[in-house]
């Protein structure tokens, strides 16, 4: 059982439009952390959000930390083709790190 | 800086054979992860390591899973029989400390059991 929710499950868009995922949960979180993982790769970190409400951005990404700390989103701008691949968030508790399922995102060039 | 690294990438073995993978953690890096990450999930953590000792071992199915991190180094996970449902990457990942929540993760080594 995820503890973290994301959505959608898949996503397939064209180079240079926008999109969001999601990523929810019932638990309040210390941080939350938003990995991207490519094929035959392991994951690697983008960004860590800390304080309910915090808005970071990467670039072209903007990450948000929700008010109550359980939920985040992420934001590509003019998505590219190298914007491809698995974005896994996860919420650290205690000293755990728990991973949601990942949204799969697919930019046409 | 030298990354995680794990081997082997592949293995294909038949049900209830034994498989074993490696995993060497950045250098000065004394948090050691092994995730399972079955197709279409996240990555669960099975067993987490400071230095040599166990962390969290709570979700390794003990039964047939086992780790070890003798030298507080490299690290060495094992399946003893493997069963279908086992199929999955299995990705190490470590970090400075318990209390830094950067991980890097290695390539991962991929199983397929038949």
């Known amino acids: 059982t995820q503890l973290l929710e994301q959505s959608p499950q898949f996503l397939s868009i064209q180079e240079g439009e926008n999109l969001t995922v999601y990523c929810n949960s019932s638990?309040?979180?210390?941080?939350l952390q938003w990995y991207r993982q490519e094929p035959g790769e392991g994951p690697v970190l983008l960004v860590t959000v800390v304080t309910g409400g915090e808005v970071k951005k990467l670039k072209r990404l903007t990450f948000q930390f929700g008010d109550a700390r359980k939920d985040s989103s992420l934001h590509i701008t003019a998505a590219q083709p190298g914007d491809t691949g698995l974005y896994l968030c996860a919420g650290v508790g205690d000293y755990k790190l728990s991973f949601g399922a990942g949204t799969t995102v697919t930019v046409r060039a | 800086e030298a990354g995680v690294a794990q081997s082997p990438r592949y293995k294909i073995i038949e049900k209830r054979q034994s498989v074993a993978f490696w995993c060497n953690p950045i250098?000065?890096?004394?948090?050691l992860y092994w995730y399972q990450q079955i197709l279409g999930q996240g990555p669960k953590l099975l067993i987490q390591?400071?230095?040599?000792?166990?962390?969290?071992d709570s979700q390794l199915p003990k039964d047939r899973f086992s780790a070890e991190r003798l030298k507080g180094v490299d690290s060495t996970l094992k399946i003893q029989p493997a069963k279908l449902e086992d199929s999955a990457v299995y990705l190490c990942a470590s970090s400075w400390t318990t209390g830094t929540r950067e991980l890097f993760f290695g390539e991962g080594s991929r199983l397929t059991v038949l």
């Open positions: 250098s000065g890096h004394a948090t």
């Open positions: 638990s309040v979180f210390s941080s």
């Open positions: 390591f400071q230095n040599n000792g166990v962390v969290d």
